[in-house]
């Protein structure tokens, strides 16, 4: 059974109810437990296409996949080896990196470009996604980690739908004009992005790790 996604109204708020098997279809009420075989995503109050969720239940019974830490590819073999810059995919952008895109902002499309990879390898999809965490590495001569360019590289991917209509909504990427997202996807993962010293390859500047929910839940022989 594919699993639904969809907004469920509980007074002001809303839950995105993501069903993952024989429990699936059954909505939970706010503070209540997730039904069997479910995923109850907590969306903030009064936003039909939040960037990021409150937090998600996970029903009992629920077959979760968990990535490993994921970064980007090289992207750019004529970049120095083990320099951020060799991790700007290129040919993604047509072979010229758009205006104002960013080394993490073009990091981050490539990672989740592979993170995409990663769980085709199990039968999931970027829709199948329920929470996500992301560790950020500054830019070269960067005081800070580059938030703004990461959460537009997420828009790409994930929670550029509007909840309430369903229509996907346009997003930004460096400074061009709004446009369609490369992959449009309701899902509204719970989120951590955090700012660290170092990630295990150098030239990283992204690293994301995953869960997400199985489609399908199948009984243990």
Known sequence: MKKL?????????????????AGAGVAASRGGTPEPGTVVTNLPLGSTNPNIASGVGIGAGTAIYKSSGTGPSVGDPTATPGTPQAYVDLEAFGGTVPEGVTLTEAQGLNALAAIGENLATVGLDYDDVITMRVFLDNEPGAGTA???????????????VDLETGEATQVVLGTGAPAAPLRENAAVPSRSALEVGSLPVPGWLVEIEVDAVYPEQHPVD
């Open 5 to 21: 996604n969809r907004p469920v109204a509980v007074g002001a708020a809303a839950l995105l109810l993501l069903g993952a098997g």
């Open 146 to 160: 580059d938030f703004a360019g990461w959460n537009r590289a997420y828009r790409q991917y994930f929670a550029n």
